[in-house]
């Protein structure tokens, strides 16, 4: 969607902020023994807490045949992104990687945001694979000026991982948000600079790199959401929800340790 009022954005700013908060408190809560269930509980109370509503809760995609029923989307190691923590008995373990994506509905104003944390430690690899995934996502942000195009975010986010020994996967990507959690224009994860729809001053958009530790083929599980790696390695995954303003990207769903 674009954003019109200062009213409009107020709102945007106040959900991410609150989006933020809840994001951190999930990825502390990610310790050996936490049920994923247990983390979708809590992801909802929280939510719910703060007078929101789970975005995710209900929400069909298009192409989908059936609603996604939990709030919290969470991927562990080979798990990609869309894993269903309400349907799943996995008890988090010393050395996971979890990826923790969440939509917060505040006001009518919807917004995205994901991170990927080791539950106790990870190895050097692990934390590398993490830590490039993350920065793709920050120079993704940067350059999402007003005037640019959607392929300069795509270019952008494949460049980052060229010579890291980990594959993009660019089938998947970010996308508009704010109205409906998913909207038009798709922000794939590779694509030519210059090319696609030019970014103007209002837009909402959710930037969202993911990247696999081996290669870039992803399979979806039986439960028809679970997006997971072929050959079995971990994946990570970071996304904000940003504003396009006229002096540049407003990354609204910052956590607090990011501030
Ligand atoms: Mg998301
Ligand atoms: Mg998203």
Redesign the pocket.
């Known amino acids: 969607m674009i954003i019109h009022t200062q009213k409009e954005r107020d709102i945007f700013i106040e959900a991410g902020r609150r989006l933020g908060v809840v994001l951190e408190k999930l990825g502390k809560a990610a310790r050996p023994g936490v049920s994923v269930g247990e983390l979708d509980k809590m992801a909802e109370q929280l939510i719910c807490d703060g007078g929101d509503e789970p975005s995710f809760l209900g929400y069909t995609p298009e192409g989908s045949g059936r609603a996604y029923p939990a709030s919290l989307c969470l991927s562990v190691n080979e798990e990609v992104v869309h894993g269903i923590p309400t349907e799943s008995p996995r008890i988090l373990k010393e050395g996971d990687l979890v990826g923790l ?1 969440l ?1 917060l509905t505040h006001n009518g104003a919807i917004v ?3 991170l990927t944390v080791p539950v106790g430690k990870s190895n050097k690899t692990g934390y590398k694979l993490m830590e490039v995934t993350a920065t793709a996502l920050e120079a993704a942000i940067a350059v999402s000026q007003p005037g640019a195009h959607v392929g300069d975010i795509s270019h952008t986010i494949e460049q980052s991982f060229v010579s890291t020994g980990f594959s993009v996967v660019k089938i998947l990507g ?2 508009g ?1 704010g109205k409906y ?2 909207e038009e224009p798709f922000i794939a994860n590779a694509g030519r600079a210059g090319t696609g729809e030019e970014l103007v001053t209002g837009m909402v958009l ?1 930037l ?1 790199p993911i990247a696999n530790e081996g290669r870039a083929s992803v399979i979806i599980a039986n439960d028809g959401y679970t997006y997971c790696t072929k050959d079995g390695s971990r994946s990570a995954h970071f ?1 904000h ?1 940003i504003l396009i303003e006229e002096n540049g990207p407003l990354v609204v769903t910052r956590r607090p340790s990011e501030k």
Do not use: M, P, Y
């Open positions: 994506d939509g995205d945001s994901a970010g996308h948000v959690v998913h959710a969202e996304e929800t």
